[in-house]
């Protein structure tokens, strides 16, 4: 191959590439998966979940939060963090997702999908698997804002398959605490300094969605002591598929 002839290749791959770049951004911005990972500070497999959810939290096309559950407290320790409100919601995702009984570490993918929360390579292929599932859905516009201890949600677009104003999808509003460091004196991770992102110290309903434009103003106390952050989730009825997520990690 002379020099003009590679050359020409040469630019004839890179506008393949640009072109490819183009058609690929037409699909505009896609939601971030959410990852909800159920643990338990008195749980031996969970701290290796617990440091993969902390890498998940750093990444752009994921929210990832945290929910410590309370049946693992006989075992010696009482999760520091935990609340009943937590496992509430993981025992309604046992039924829709059809799990015999909860388990911990879980891991799960936009209301959807459940995976044992500390085999990483599982955990990514369903990131991966999921983000890709998000250029087959109907576009939404969500948005949220936190100022002056009032939360705003914005939300408009076509209502998602087996949503309406007679099925609404709901938007949960989840208090959250962005870093929680445990030294924890009992139980299986006795003698052990676990370190948390992202945890739910809260879960309230904020209202619904059944398609079309909403707005919601929402009163919202937040510390920095406590919950630094507020979740904001659009999932189908009875812990169904989410569809679309939202982390904020204001100035308070």
């Not at 949960?172 to 052990?192: F, P, Q, T």
């Amino acid at each position: 191959m002379n020099f003009r002839a590679a050359v020409f290749s040469f630019l004839t791959l890179l506008c393949s590439a640009v072109v490819g770049v183009a058609v690929a951004g037409d699909a505009g911005p896609r939601q971030p998966v959410l990852v909800e990972l159920y643990t338990s500070q008195g749980c031996s497999d969970c701290p290796p979940a617990d440091r993969i959810l902390v890498d998940l939290a750093r990444r752009s096309d994921v929210v990832a939060l945290s929910f410590p559950i309370t049946y693992w407290d006989m075992l010696g320790w009482k999760d520091t963090l935990a609340s009943a409100s937590n496992t509430r919601r993981q025992k309604a995702y046992a039924q829709t997702l059809g799990r015999a009984a909860t388990y911990t570490p879980q891991m799960i993918f936009d209301g959807i999908e459940d995976v044992v929360g500390n085999k990483r390579h599982n955990v990514l292929s369903a990131v991966t698997r999921h983000y890709a599932l998000r250029r087959e859905a109907a576009p939404i516009s969500f948005n949220a804002a936190y100022s002056a201890q009032n939360l705003t949600i914005d939300i408009s677009g076509a209502a998602p398959e087996g949503v309406s104003e007679e099925s609404a999808a709901v938007i949960w509003i989840m208090r959250v605490l962005s870093h929680a460091e445990v030294a924890v004196a009992g139980g299986e991770n006795k003698d052990r300094t676990l370190a948390y992102t992202n945890v739910v110290r809260d879960i309230r309903r904020g209202g619904s969605w059944g398609g079309g434009e909403k707005t919601l103003r929402i009163p919202l106390n937040l510390n920095a002591s406590s919950h630094d952050g507020v979740a904001v989730v659009v999932q189908g009825a009875g812990h169904g598929q989410v569809f679309a997520a939202i982390l904020l990690k204001p100035e308070i």
